[in-house]
């Protein structure tokens, strides 16, 4: 039976929705669902010449604009949900539409939703999980930057205030989460995912990634798991002028169908972390190649997700080495006791050796001697 799940993500400047999206969208593609992201309708406008500037009165109107705009996209989206040959899909908002009652008073918002004869009441209903992000301005200052939206101007001041109108236009949700800045951006990031696990019933993972070493000269995993999702990476490591800072791009996709990543990682007491994801343009994934390493190879493999006895596991073929691939899966409170597949060749358990990390693979070109 198909499910959509409707999910907005809101906040204040600067909350880290952009990085979220992106996180959420490659976290649940790979767990089998369908994922839209119906982007903010607010920037589209404001980057195209539209803007509220010029006192309240204009702000009324371009309310007025931004509602009418951001309506027809929603049912735009939801419609081609529904014709879409996908039985799990979530449709993550970038802001929904009550975000828009931060900017004008009470009764200036009820004469625009009149207006396309609706209420708030019926905008609550409209979606099923509200996720507000709270700004870096209130508790991580040193974080706080507009660096990566053009359309946005707002001091420390206006984006504590903008956050809290915006925190309070969703007040009645049934299913509004708050997540604040009590800890760094990667606890910000599993506190988010943890939440969407639990709306769609899903087990969380603990984010402990179990690797192995497998032999797949000879298994044809095309032939021998049907239900998979396939994809192609490609992925090159950037010049970092921090030798404890890990830079790279990838490509995924399969076909002419393809999504570009710039991604950042940083080495903290010998730990690889996560510091920043984001997706990007296909003309800023090639401006990117100028910056290559060339002391590291490509990375370029192919990836199969598939499950096995109600566990997720993801298998990387590197093209480079067809002998060896590497197998994962994220450790959840249900499967602490992993079945490993019967089908595949497993060599060993690599989960603590770094050798094979894609990073240490990239700096040899093959994944085992």
């Given at each position: 039976m198909k499910t959509i799940?409707?999910?907005?993500?809101?906040?204040?400047?600067?909350?880290?929705?952009?990085?979220?999206?992106?996180?959420?969208?490659?976290?649940?593609?790979?767990?089998?669902?369908?994922?839209?992201?119906?982007?903010?309708?607010?920037?589209?406008?404001?980057?195209?010449?539209?803007?509220?500037?010029?006192?309240?009165e204009n702000m009324f109107i371009f309310q007025?604009?931004?509602?009418?705009?951001?309506?027809?996209?929603?049912?735009?989206?939801?419609?081609?949900?529904?014709?879409?040959?996908?039985?799990?899909?979530?449709?993550?908002?970038?802001?929904?539409?009550?975000?828009?009652?931060?900017?004008?008073?009470?009764?200036?918002?009820?004469?625009?939703?009149?207006?396309?004869?609706?209420?708030?009441?019926?905008?609550?209903?409209?979606?099923?999980?509200?996720?507000?992000?709270?700004?870096?301005?209130?508790?991580?200052?040193?974080?706080?930057?507009?660096?990566?939206?053009?359309?946005?101007?707002?001091s420390l001041e206006d984006a504590r205030r903008i956050d809290e109108l915006t925190l309070n236009a969703w007040i009645g949700h049934p299913r509004l989460k708050i997540f604040d800045n009590s800890t760094d951006f990667e606890g910000k990031v599993e506190r988010v995912l943890r939440e969407i696990y639990n709306d769609l019933d899903e087990y969380m993972p603990t984010g402990l990634i179990r690797k192995y070493l497998v032999d797949v000269e000879n298994v044809d995993i095309d032939n021998i798991v049907t239900a998979s999702e396939k994809m192609d990476i490609v992925q090159y490591y950037l010049k970092s002028t921090n030798p404890k800072l890990e830079r790279r791009i990838r490509q995924i996709g399969a076909g002419d169908?393809?999504?570009?990543?710039?991604?950042?990682?940083?080495?903290?007491?010998?730990?690889?972390?996560?510091?920043?994801?984001?997706?990007?343009?296909?003309?800023?994934?090639?401006?990117?190649?100028?910056?290559?390493?060339?002391?590291l190879f490509t990375v370029i493999k192919t990836r199969h997700c598939f499950v096995y006895e109600n566990q997720y596991f993801k298998l990387d073929i590197f093209n480079n080495d067809k002998k060896y691939g590497i197998l994962e899966i994220e450790a959840t409170n249900q499967n602490d006791e992993i079945s490993l597949p019967d089908f595949l060749n497993i060599k060993e358990d690599v989960t603590k050796d770094s050798m094979y990390s894609n990073y240490e693979i990239a700096k040899r070109n093959y994944v085992c001697e």
């Open positions: 799940k409707k999910i907005v993500i809101t906040g204040g400047p600067c909350s880290g929705k952009s990085t979220m999206l992106n996180l959420i969208e490659n976290t649940f593609k790979e767990k089998g669902y369908k994922v839209i992201i119906v982007s903010e309708t607010a920037t589209e406008l404001i980057r195209g010449g539209v803007t509220p500037f010029g006192g309240q007025d604009y931004l509602l009418s705009l951001q309506f027809k996209k929603e049912e735009v989206y939801e419609k081609a949900a529904m014709e879409m040959d996908a039985e799990k899909i979530i449709i993550l908002y970038d802001r929904g539409l009550l975000d828009n009652k931060a900017y004008v008073s009470k009764e200036e918002f009820e004469i625009i939703l009149d207006k396309f004869g609706t209420n708030e009441s019926e905008l609550i209903d409209r979606y099923d999980l509200v996720l507000h992000l709270v700004t870096t301005a209130n508790g991580a200052e040193e974080h706080y930057t507009l660096a990566n939206n053009t359309a946005r101007s707002e169908n393809y999504s570009y990543y710039y991604t950042e990682k940083e080495t903290i007491n010998n730990s690889r972390t996560f510091r920043k994801e984001k997706k990007i343009s296909d003309k800023l994934y090639l401006s990117y190649l100028s910056e290559i390493d060339n002391q």
